[in-house]
């Protein structure tokens, strides 16, 4: 019998549903997939990027609480939910709302290592 996600440390019911409406049903498959791949198919299946979501996953599969993660660690974390959250498909343009889409092109929004980072309203002739 499959062991439940729940049975991984900072996993409770909400990631655990989460995680399973992404195809990921028991503690086993996310052992061996591990945090970045079963991260990545959370957000391929819509769920919203949020750090502390990704590095709550890492932990656990270490057996550690979720608030462990400091210092050095925790800003190499940050660089690999970054590349994550580029390369998942919901962060594509086909999950951007037209008005986005619109002020991408106009230049309101700027793109700076994969964050996103508004400009000066004003605008260049």
Not at 18 to 26: L, P, S, T, V
């Amino acid at each position: 019998m499959a062991e439940a996600l729940s049975t991984i440390r900072n996993i409770g019911p909400a990631l655990e549903s989460a995680f399973q409406r992404a195809g990921i049903n028991d503690a086993e498959t996310l052992r061996d997939i591990g945090a970045d791949a079963g991260y990545l198919k959370l957000l391929n299946s819509g769920v919203r990027p949020h750090f502390i979501g990704y590095y709550v996953i890492v932990m656990g599969l270490q057996g550690r609480p979720w608030n462990d993660c400091q210092g050095q660690e925790k800003r190499d974390l940050r660089d690999r939910f970054d590349a994550l959250k580029a390369q998942s498909v919901p962060n594509g343009d086909a999950a951007k709302t037209e008005l986005e889409k619109i002020l991408d092109r106009i230049g309101v929004v700027e793109k700076k290592n994969g964050r996103k980072k508004k400009l000066s309203p004003k605008f260049k002739a």
